[in-house]
């Protein structure tokens, strides 16, 4: 099925509309500013009728290959900027983004969830198919579809357009937004899927609220554990991949892409935008910070912490995470250290 979609987009909005509500500037002439564009993606996925950005040198790369209409960026980048791309100067490129990401969705600030009236519990717009059991208290929102044989238990919101597979499991008090979950999902008590990520241009005069306009992706076979939350993207998708395995009380960020049959341990974080393989493992309370990558097979000891990428097959510890036999050496040079005479602030040492 084609999903139509979590949000109305506005528009088309020539270049010269983009510009002055981002409080920006078009390179190329009267001509160029009366372009119009009808969406916007990030830079790998845009085409010619797609506005894009660019505020992070980890994506110059894609930055000189993208095919986008336009791009919100900086001064000085402004010559990077591929043929066929339109640059839109910005002093501050991220909070540009934020106006032209309110100028495309203007209700993505306040998005739809619950059923359509005060008395109805499921929306007459919304299917479920046969063998779907809906237990008291929950809600179905409009133009949610639901698979045979899952259960919604008490008091669980499925949202404005939802989808959610066969054979599921939807806890008490679940609440799912801006989401598209596939078969055999389970989702315990106090699961949050699909609200805001954590999204603001900070500034001295304040911090702007960037929209969220991206979905969450969950593949079949997923487990995840009470009371953890999965941010949808900003953009582009949160993608949770098949089979993995979450614990409680983890929290996943906005565009994170989680591969296929991971392990996340209890009070694990993980940053916007990282991306996780296949197979990877997390220790409890491990986390990544964002924008970096962690190869397939890799694992994080528990309470480690990634700030860099992480290679295919290393298992890592400590904080900043580095290989495990190296952390290890660490650990027992201090407990050497710490051991020799003198060195124990207790044991009287220069005392009169």
């Known amino acids: 099925m084609n999903h139509p979609g979590f949000f109305d987009i506005a528009g088309p909005f020539s270049l010269q509309e983009i510009a002055a509500a981002t409080q920006s500037e078009v390179r190329g002439g009267t ?208 993608i949770i991949g098949e089979g993995t395995k979450i614990d409680n009380l983890v929290q996943i960020g906005h565009n994170v892409v989680i591969g296929r049959h991971c392990v996340i341990v209890g009070q694990v974080g993980i940053a916007g935008s990282a991306e996780l393989g296949d197979y990877v493992v997390m220790g409890g309370q491990a986390g990544l910070v964002g924008h970096i990558k962690v190869g397939q097979g890799a694992q994080l000891a528990g309470g480690s912490h990634a700030k860099n990428d992480v290679p295919a097959g290393a298992v890592m510890a400590g904080t900043p995470a580095r290989p495990f036999k190296e952390w290890a050496r660490e650990v027992a040079a201090l407990r050497r250290l710490a051991r020799r005479p003198g060195s124990n602030p207790d044991d009287g040492a220069g005392d009169s």
């Open 31 to 238: 001509d160029v500013a009366a372009l119009k564009l009808k969406g916007m993606q990030p830079l790998s996925e845009a085409s010619p009728s797609d506005l894009s950005f660019f505020d992070n040198r980890k994506y110059l790369s894609q930055l000189l290959e993208t095919k986008a209409g336009a791009c919100l960026v900086s001064a000085k980048f402004a010559d990077r900027v591929p043929a066929g791309t339109v640059p839109i100067v910005a002093r501050a490129p991220y909070p540009a983004f934020a106006r032209a990401l309110a100028l495309f969705y203007p209700g993505a600030m306040r998005s739809k969830a619950g059923a359509a009236g005060e008395q109805e519990r499921i929306s007459p717009s919304a299917v479920l198919e046969e063998g779907v059991e809906v237990e008291p208290g929950a809600v179905i929102g409009p133009e949610a579809r639901i698979g045979r044989g899952t259960r919604i238990a008490a008091g669980a919101v499925v949202g404005y357009r939802v989808t959610i597979g066969r054979d599921c499991y939807v806890g008490p008090l679940v609440s799912v937004v801006h989401a598209l979950v596939g078969d055999r999902v389970i989702l315990h008590a106090g699961v949050r899927i699909g609200q805001d990520g954590f999204g603001f241009a900070m500034g001295a005069q304040g911090h702007l609220k960037v929209p969220q306009v991206g979905r969450v992706i969950i593949q079949d076979d997923v487990e995840i554990g009470a009371n953890s939350t999965i941010d949808r993207g900003a953009l582009k998708d949160t």
